[in-house]
């Protein structure tokens, strides 16, 4: 890679700043074997954003956000900020950032790595080689529809309003970008929503529908209601390649899909922009657990599900598919070598914490290398 590219790191709260501390000595790693240079910034979001600046997220990081190449996210929130309003919590910084990088298409993959059969509380038979991705909508929907709020009724009552609202242009470009990835994989899509009950679900049905008729006619297509999938992915996960989906469906089925695996600990995504004119988009990056403040600052969480987001951050901003690779084959070997964090113990194995565990794969990835 001949030019240095920019990335804005926002560690956040909680074990946020721990796991990312891990992948800026991959970064570095990168930068000394693989002649792979990075030009890093750094800012607060979330809670820490909260104290120092009093808001969850400043215009200045915005535009920082936009200046930047990628933006590789940690986690925010916990429960010293639990009482603030809701246009003020931490978790605003990130909506905001979707918002104003139009990061419509969330990517969060749920792989089931060898090592880690025995970590899922499905029988091995049922996730053994489980490889999926959910394509999950993420600026619109009913997080962001409106009229939204909560209003005091004339008898004193209170009646909370969120509204479920999707144009076909929102449909179609998350589609396609389903329907690309699939084309990449096994070339299925299933396109999930509640179509009988609401007219929303109809609309991206018929939306989706029409789309693969007139464009991705090779990617085989089917829909699904969305409790429905949440039992299939259950009963028999591998049935998926694709599932593209709602803001809300697609926050809940990925949570369900990632337990699949055995651990939040584990899992990256991605947050899509729509490519301009010269190909490039807004991306940020950032893995799918919490912020987990009931074990900030004790130096066991897992590192791995930020390391695996920035290797997506690699493949999808970059196209350094072999380096991502590379990181992701790290991770498994370490974890086939026996080592483990709290999250993902099992017998026989031995425990240790995040840094340990970062600088384990560091020393694979050189093996790797050669």
Known sequence: MSANKKLLVLPGDGVGPEVMREVIN???????????????????VGGASIDARGVAITPETVARAKAADAVLF??????????????????????????????????RP??????????????????????????????????????????????????????????????????????????????????VEKANVMESGLLWRQTVAALHKAEYADVEL?????????????????????????NLFGDILSDLASMLTGSLGMLPSATLGAPDASGRRHALYEPIHGSAPDIAGKGIANPMAQMLSFAMLLRYSFDMDEDAALIERACTNVLASGLRTADVMAPGCAKVGTH??????????DKLAG
């Open 26 to 44: 991959v970064i570095d790693w990168m930068d000394r074997k693989r002649r792979a240079s990075f030009d890093i910034d750094e800012d607060l």
């Open 74 to 107: 940690g986690s925010v929130g916990g429960p010293k900020w639990d009482t603030l309003g809701f246009d003020n919590r931490p978790e605003i910084s990130i909506l905001t950032l979707r918002r104003e990088l139009g990061l419509f298409a969330n990517l």
């Open 110 to 191: 749920a792989i089931v790595l060898d090592p880690l059969v025995d970590a899922s509380t499905l029988k091995p038979e049922v996730v053994r080689g489980l490889d999926l991705m959910i394509v999950r909508e993420s600026t619109g929907g009913i997080y962001f529809g409106e009229p939204r709020g909560v209003e005091t009724l004339p008898d004193g009552s209170k009646r909370g309003v969120n509204t479920e609202v999707y144009t076909t242009p929102e449909i179609e470009r998350v589609a396609r970008v389903a329907f690309d990835l699939a084309r990449k994989r096994q070339n299925r899509v299933c396109s």
């Open 222 to 246: 089917s829909h699904m209601y969305a409790d429905n999938c949440a039992m299939q992915l259950v009963r028999n996960p591998r049935q998926f390649d694709v599932i593209v989906t709602t």
């Open 356 to 365: 340990v565990m970062g600088e384990a794969v560091l020393r694979e990835m």
